[in-house]
Structure formats: C-alpha cells, structure tokens
C-alpha cells in the first residue's frame, strides 16, 4: 500500500505493450461500490474474499497482462498458489515511510495511525519476500522481467564458463573455454569446438561473458546444444550491456553474411557488471555510446547526458521493454534499427572497416535529417561527433538497396515523428533516401 503500484501499473503495461489490470478496479466493478464502502459496509472478510476472486479470475486469463495486486491479496493461500503458478511477481518495494507519506491523507481503509500502518508492514513482508523479483522503480521492474540483475560477474555460477580469450585474461575470469576476441568468435568453426569440447546434460548452464560477439555464439551454442539448454549473458562491452545481450537474439555469421545462423533463445539471466568497462578501449565504447544515444532519441530521454551506469540501466530497460512487447521480432522491434539501414550501408560499403559505432551515429544523422529533427542531429554530433566517412557512394547505393529487396522492393525506414517518438515508413521518395546517404559520405 503506498508503494505506487496504480501510477506505475498503466505505465508498465503501456511499455509492455499489454492490457492494465487492477484487482482492486475489478471488485469495485463487480460490487458497484468502492474499496472504502465495502470495507465499512461489509468488513474486510467480505472484502478480502471478493479480491480473492478477482485475482484468481484475472489469474486465470490466457492474455498476458500487467497486474496490480495490493499487498493484502498474499493473505490468500489460493492467490499465493495461482501467483506462483501463473505470474512473474515483483514486489514494488518502498520504506513504510515513504508509503506512509503517501498514503496518510487517502480514504483508504487501514489507513489510521503511522505505528498500526508499519506493524502491518512487517507483518506482510514475508509474503512480499517470495515475490519473484524486487524493484523501486519502473525500469527496474522492467529489467527484473526480463532477467537482468546489476552485480559481480564473479558471482555468476554456471558447468560452463566461455569467455573472450582478452577479457578473460584482463578480468582473471575462470574460463572452462574461451573464443578469439570480437567477431572473429562468431564462426560456424569455433561453434563447432565449443559443440564438441562442452559436457554438459540438459540441466546445465553455460555463462558467456564478453562483448555482444561472444554472447552471440556462446548462446547460439547453449541454444542448439542438446536442443538448447540454459545459458547466462554477461556482457563485458558497453553495447553488449545496453543491447546485444538483450532479447534473445544469437547467432553466428556465415562468409556469406553477418548473423546469417541464429535462434531466439533468451538468457535466463542477464548480470551486468558496469566495473568489466573499466577496461573498455575507446573506440569500444563508442560504439556502445551510439547505441545509448539511439536509444535516448527513441525513449525522447537525454539519457546520454547520464553516468555510465544510469546510462546502462535506462538503455538496458527499454531494449528489455521492446523485446519483451516483441520477442519474435514481428513489430515493435524493427524501431532499433534507427540509424542502422544507413550504418549497414556504410559499413558493406567499406568492407567492415569503419567502426559500427561511426556508422550508427552518421546513421542516426542521415534518419533525424530525413525526419526534420535538427535537435536531434545536433545531439549526435555533440555527443558522438561522426566525420563523414570515405567509401564508394554507388557501393553504399547498392548496399541499402540490397536491403530493399529483401522486402518487396520497398525501402523501409525508421525515422522518428519527434523525440521519443519512432515510426517505421517506406514512404521517403528514394532520392530523398540517397541524398540523406550521400550527405554522410566524404
Ligand atoms: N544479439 C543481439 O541482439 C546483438 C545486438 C547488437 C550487436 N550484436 C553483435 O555484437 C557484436 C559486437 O559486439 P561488441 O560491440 O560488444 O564487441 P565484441 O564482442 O566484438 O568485442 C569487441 C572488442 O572488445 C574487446 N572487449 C570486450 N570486453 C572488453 C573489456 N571489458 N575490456 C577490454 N576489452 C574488451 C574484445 O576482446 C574485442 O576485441 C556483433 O557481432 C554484433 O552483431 C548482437
């Protein structure tokens, strides 16, 4: 109670992309009165059996949703038992403080003096302890949904632990097996030697810690070994933390293309330990800083202007929100690719010589001119400052092209309609798209 469930429930549903639902909205409806009057009408009893019913019958709906429970619907057994069957639970944690403050001048009911309010408190928090997950805020019950914790990756436990060969020597990680650094990992031959040297059953775990390559191929292995068994991402790059070891998404790429061979296989858990940056070269995170510059233009948040770690924490709840709303990749999720048909293009064009960080952020140039957002073009040149680069304009013409064909001939571009707000459209006149191409290249 106070802890501000009924403000953050709709806003969580909304990021989440699903339906709102509050027991306490539902038993009013039902009993044509509200919280208050049943409990002076009719007593708590009544009151506590008609949430029971509601949270059982809301329980039981196959669509998923985001639901309000306050505190005293865990007095119920059989609410308990349908949580722990049918829910992720999150205990939205406050002081009884905090809560008091905001509570004390409500009509509601339990509400008559701050000691009985704290007695109540404690009396509760063991039910409130089996919550699957704690958070304070609204990213943090984004992060905690999709698995991801902030601690020490040596914490991490796993029967296999796969590291990039560098990180694991700068870190001192007690690798079982490493893989060359960067992409040189995503390979259909260095999968094939973690393949061959795991032995594991389908009850263990393998820990991948290093940049998004090596999450990519470690669970793309964990995801086709033995079917696929559990894995555990810890990203040791900046773009691994606010992106790649995100969603699901693993893979390997072929000599035909980049991330060819993959699978949706999500970790279980995702530790980010924001000290292995520590050790980040420069041009690194770069990289990861046009990734969080990405996402502060689709969340219309400054996030750039934050310390590394709030960075990481927003950046890291919005991927988790997207991904969550759109796991299979079908709709919402095509708006991270703002910027990135133009940075593809770039790089195809120099043979992955220019670093992708350079080609995200002329990328995001080239979208934010395109959708007349001169705000946000200066931001990406305060804050990343991308020289245009050299490469053949024809060749990054035929690039982005390719891409058109694969999708009915259309080209199909994330812009945005103003901060924080994307929209995907393949309605830009070609020639528009070319000239916002060619204005990035030197
Ligand atoms: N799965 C996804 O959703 C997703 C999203 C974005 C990118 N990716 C993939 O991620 C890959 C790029 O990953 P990346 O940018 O994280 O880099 P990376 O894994 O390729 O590593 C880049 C370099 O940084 C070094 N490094 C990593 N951590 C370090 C540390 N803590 N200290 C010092 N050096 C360190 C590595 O040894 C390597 O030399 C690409 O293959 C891309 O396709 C995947």
Not at 268 to 284: K, R, S
Not at 346 to 355: F, T, W
Not at 404 to 412: M, T, W
């Amino acid at each position: 109670m106070g802890a501000g469930k009924s403000t953050l429930g709709p806003v969580l549903a909304e990021r989440l992309g699903r339906p709102s639902v509050s027991t306490d909205a539902v038993v009013e409806e039902r009993a044509g009165a509200t919280v208050p009057e049943i409990f002076e009408l009719r007593g708590e009893a009544e009151f506590r059996a008609r949430e029971e019913e509601a949270a059982l019958d809301v329980l039981a709906r196959s669509q998923l949703a985001v639901i309000e429970l306050g505190g005293g619907a865990l007095g119920s057994s059989r609410t308990r038992d349908a949580l722990a069957e049918r829910a992720f639970t999150v205990h939205l944690e406050t002081s009884p403080e905090e809560a008091w403050e905001r509570v004390a001048r409500t009509d509601r009911p339990l509400v008559r003096d701050a000691d009985a309010f704290r007695s109540l408190y404690e009396q509760r928090r063991p039910l409130y302890e089996a919550a699957d997950a704690s958070a304070t805020d609204l990213d943090g019950v984004l992060l905690a949904a999709a698995g991801i914790r902030f601690g020490s990756h040596r914490a991490v436990e796993a029967e296999a632990l796969v590291a990039d060969a560098c990180v694991a020597e700068l870190h001192a990680v007690p690798a079982t097996h490493t893989v060359p650094r960067g992409e040189a990992a995503k390979t259909v031959a260095e999968a094939e030697l973690l393949w061959r040297a795991l032995r594991l059953d389908r009850t263990s775990r393998i820990a991948a810690v290093g940049g998004g390559s090596t999450t990519d191929v470690a669970g793309f292995v964990a995801a086709t070994y033995l079917r696929g068994i559990d894995w555990i991402a810890v990203p040791s790059t900046l773009v691994g933390q606010v992106d790649a070891a995100i969603g699901g998404k693993v893979g390997i790429d072929l000599p035909e293309g980049k991330n060819l061979v993959g699978a949706f296989h999500w970790p279980v858990a995702t530790v980010i330990d924001t000290a292995l940056l520590e050790t980040l070269p420069d041009e690194e995170r770069r990289n990861g800083l046009a990734e969080v510059v990405k996402t502060g233009l689709l969340l219309g948040e400054p996030v750039w202007e934050r310390d590394t770690t709030a960075q990481v924490r927003s950046c890291a709840a919005f991927k988790a929100a997207i991904c969550l709303r759109d796991p299979r990749e079908l709709g919402d999720r095509t708006q991270l690719n703002l910027g990135h048909t133009f940075a593809h293009a770039l790089e195809a064009a120099s043979g992955y010589a220019v670093p992708h960080g350079r080609a995200v952020a002329l990328g995001l140039v080239a979208a934010l001119r395109l959708s007349g957002l001169e705000d946000g073009v200066r931001v990406v040149e305060d804050v990343l400052a991308p020289t245009p680069v050299a490469v053949d304009r024809d060749a990054a013409w035929a690039a982005l092209q390719r891409d058109k064909k694969a999708r009915d001939g259309e080209i199909r571009l994330v812009l945005l309609e103003a901060l924080g707000r994307p929209r995907v459209t393949s309605e830009i006149e070609p020639e528009r798209v070319r000239a916002a191409l060619d204005a990035v290249i030197a």
